[in-house]
């Protein structure tokens, strides 16, 4: 489509580069599981992209679901179904999920490299909302957030700490309440945040997402609903430049 244009999307070639460089790493790791959640179908399907490029990269894989990953006490280290020990894990798996597991408690003990890092898990808590609004009051690439409700004058979201696609957030505007429905997050608590309406083209409300490789930016996304909260089921919006 479109020859003579573009995408902002180089992911796939980054990708590749970025397991390339860590092969050094992975000296004495030579083999990488992935693994995320078996029952769902999206998941397995990425997984097995990502596997791909860590393939065409020269590092060997081996799929492994969650609930497969066992802990060996005797050996202190992480092991598959035939009791093969795990020193390379990529995930597609939320760290605060990783933690609940039967074998959280040992993840800090085993030898086991992660990919993605533990920092991660601040960056996905939107706890962090709040903490960034009183370092940096009034920031331009900021909104105000608090822990507390009341605190925000005009529109505002109350969105869970660790929620994703969308779910369990509720927009005040206009005295009317605008909710995601309740899909089984909040029990962690809720930050109160100023509401920023997205662009309106034609009915659709639009958001960027971008994507970064190692530390340099790999790409665009872009999603569009007809609802000002984002879900999973927004419409995943092509684009193109000349």
Not at 3 to 15: A, I, M, R, Y
Not at 199 to 209: A, Q
Request: glycine share 8%; proline share 7%; hydrophobic share 40%.
């Amino acid at each position: 489509m479109r020859p003579g244009t573009d995408q902002f999307n180089s992911l796939h070639e980054k990708l590749i580069a970025r397991w390339q460089a860590m092969r050094a790493h992975l000296a004495i790791q030579p083999v990488v599981y992935f693994t995320c959640l078996g029952t769902s179908v999206e998941d397995r399907c990425n997984l097995a992209y990502l596997m791909n490029t860590a393939l065409q990269a020269g590092i060997e894989t081996r799929e492994i679901a969650i609930d497969q990953i066992g802990w060996n006490g005797e050996r202190s280290r992480f092991v598959d179904l035939e009791e093969r020990p795990l020193f390379a894990l990529c995930k597609l798996y939320p760290w605060e999920w990783m933690m609940r597991e039967s074998f959280g408690a040992h993840l800090l003990r085993a030898p086991l490299c992660i990919f993605e890092p533990p920092w991660k898990a601040i960056l996905s808590n939107k706890a962090i909302l709040p903490l960034l609004w009183e370092m940096f009051p009034d920031h331009t690439n900021l909104l105000p957030a608090y822990f507390e409700d009341g605190r925000i004058a005009g529109p505002s979201i109350m969105q869970p700490l660790l929620s994703r696609d969308g779910a369990n957030i509720m927009m005040q505007k206009d005295n009317v309440t605008n909710s995601s429905g309740d899909q089984g997050y909040g029990a962690e608590g809720y930050v109160y945040q100023a509401y920023d309406e997205l662009p309106d083209f034609g009915g659709g409300h639009m958001v960027i997402g971008a994507w970064m490789i190692g530390e340099e930016p790999a790409g665009i996304g872009i999603r569009e609903d007809v609802n000002p909260i984002t879900s999973n089921m927004s419409r995943f919006v092509p684009h193109y430049f000349e």
